[in-house]
């Protein structure tokens, strides 16, 4: 080089040249196919553990009579709920009621229960001594 010619500067701003558009499209379609294959698969095994679901439940819990959701029915004053649980559970504890009746079994007070207790003792098992 002579001392007359300099090097001429890069030109500031933006690239002159193309940049190659294969590899950006090959990689987006790519990214594309495996975006869809990934759907695809995602919603055919969800539809299998729905199918796998119904075939094991049966019908839905929350199914009406023809098969249609219905709403869940709410608690609108759950005092009162616990307050009329607490009554029936009170009550089986205090009055006699069948529990089988083709069995012949029933349901006697707590209080009742304590006294045959008493009365006839627990059942022990074959071969063990009286403490």
Do not use: N
């Not at 869809?36 to 019908?59: D, I, N, P």
């Not at 609108?76 to 089988?100: C, F, K, M, N, V």
């Amino acid at each position: 080089m002579s001392g007359t010619e300099q090097k001429a500067a890069p030109a500031a701003g933006y690239e002159r040249r193309d940049a190659r558009i294969r590899p950006v499209v090959s990689a987006g379609a790519l990214l594309l196919a495996v975006l869809v294959l990934g759907h695809c698969a995602a919603r055919g095994l969800l539809a299998g553990f729905e199918r796998g679901a119904r075939a094991a439940a049966g019908r839905h819990p929350m199914a009406g009579e023809r098969g249609e959701p219905i709403a869940p029915v709410l608690q609108s004053d759950p005092r009162e709920h616990a307050r009329r649980h607490a009554a029936r559970e009170q009550e089986a504890l205090e009055t006699y009621g069948w529990i089988d009746s083709v069995g012949g079994v029933v349901r006697v007070p707590i209080e009742r229960a304590l006294e045959l207790v008493l009365e006839e003792g627990l059942p022990a098992r074959a071969g063990e001594e009286e403490r």
